[in-house]
């Protein structure tokens, strides 16, 4: 996250030339410029900051309109702190209130926390409280459709967890207050894709999962969320897990037991499947365009494929909720929080990403079925995560 120039002059020399993802999706006329939601994040770190940032861009004007649900304390530092004072907070009460213009931030303040008592860099109950409201107003809009999709800048576990609330993410959070279980996640850098057979749970754990039921259940889902999201061909590949995808049980069976199984049924249900691939391979032949997207199968695999293509431009999709949430792939940064020093770039990609895809995903029926399907399905989710969903 570290930055060596001020504020200002990340903000010029990155953005100057706003269509900056190669590869990316720009036809932003079918957005109808969609409202977009921005949680605040968790105050103490480099959310607030790089949100700011973010809006000081016109050209995010051009193609979205980004709504701050937060708190105008908070806000204001942040202000501060990136020398953007200029900029101009309108508080509003609805969402349609909105101006939605370049210079100004239209901000639903939830007044629920003061910035002033909240130091930064530390993880504290109070602003990890406040995050949780942040986001769970920006849902209620989502819900009610007054907003079109989530972007959001990061929140912390630990803050989270010492304010009582035990989702282990964002992702897990959304899951919950939306009543799906579940949900996909997907990496997008550039023209690089990747789901996630298992997000956070232990590299042990992780193997565990590699079943025939999980892998197929995902490589269903997962063809089905490329398509509400526009797609037109979706040919996924599947990372293997050992090395040289355990050259015939040398190095592992789990590619022969399971995953090579699994791909040929999937293959014989109608699916487009590749794999399993090796995976110091198949990151890189989907980004030269062999394949539309790879199912990494840990957290790790994946994450590293996509950051060290370009680790600012990586965002996080959600996709089996009723509306698109994006995210940064980052997190508080509280070493470098109140600095004005974060880099903004993922977020800008964030809130534009939010834009690209969120109408296309709100109509398309496909994503509804994803949804209805795993409503009902709740067992599922008690059995991989040992939670139940609430009544």
């Not at 977009?36 to 050209?59: K, N």
């Not at 990747?194 to 063809?223: G, M, N, P, W």
């Amino acid at each position: 996250m570290v930055c060596p120039d001020s504020a200002q002059s990340i903000l010029k020399s990155e953005f100057d030339d706003w269509n900056l993802g190669e590869g990316m999706a720009k036809d932003t006329t079918k957005t109808g410029r969609s409202i977009i939601g921005i949680p605040l994040g968790d105050i103490a770190g480099v959310g607030p900051e790089i949100v700011v940032m973010a809006l000081a861009q016109p050209a995010i004007y051009e193609t979205v309109r980004p709504l701050v649900i937060g708190e105008i304390s908070a806000l204001r530092r942040a202000l501060k702190v990136t020398g953007l004072n200029h900029l101009d907070i309108r508080v509003i009460t609805e969402p349609a209130e909105g101006r939605y213009q370049p210079g100004g931030i239209d901000l639903i303040d939830l007044a629920n926390i003061d910035a002033k008592r909240i130091p930064f860099g530390q993880a504290q109950a109070e602003a990890g409280r406040a995050a949780y409201q942040f986001i769970e107003k920006a849902v209620t809009f989502c819900q009610t459709g007054q907003v079109d999709a989530l972007a959001t800048p990061p929140i912390n576990k630990e803050a989270l967890k010492t304010a009582g609330i035990q989702d282990i993410g964002h992702t897990e959070l959304l899951g919950r207050l939306t009543r799906v279980a579940d949900p996909l996640t997907l990496f997008q850098v550039l023209d690089l894709k990747v789901f996630f057979l298992s997000r956070h749970v232990s590299l042990a754990e992780a193997i565990k999962l590699i079943t025939r039921k999980r892998v197929l259940d995902y490589l269903q889902r997962c063809t089905d969320a490329l398509k509400a999201l526009g797609l037109s061909r979706t040919r996924l590949a599947v990372a293997g897990l050992n090395p040289h995808c355990g050259e015939h049980g040398l190095f592992g069976c789990e590619e022969m037991r399971v995953l090579e199984p699994t791909i040929a049924e999937a293959r014989a249900l109608g699916l487009d499947v590749a794999g399993p691939i090796a995976a110091d391979s198949v990151f890189h032949l989907a980004r030269q365009g062999a394949f539309d997207a790879v199912l990494s199968l840990y957290h790790d695999q994946g994450h590293i494929a996509t950051k060290m293509v370009d680790f600012y431009r990586t965002i996080a999709i959600t996709i089996g909720l009723p509306f698109i949430r994006t995210s940064v792939d980052h997190g508080t940064a509280f070493d470098l929080a109140g600095s004005g020093q974060a880099n903004p770039l993922s977020m800008v990609e964030a809130i534009r990403l939010a834009g690209v895809y969120a109408l296309d995903y709100r109509h398309r029926s496909i994503a509804e079925a994803s949804i209805a399907t795993h409503q009902k399905d709740a067992s599922s989710h008690s059995i991989l995560t040992g939670e139940s969903l609430p009544k």
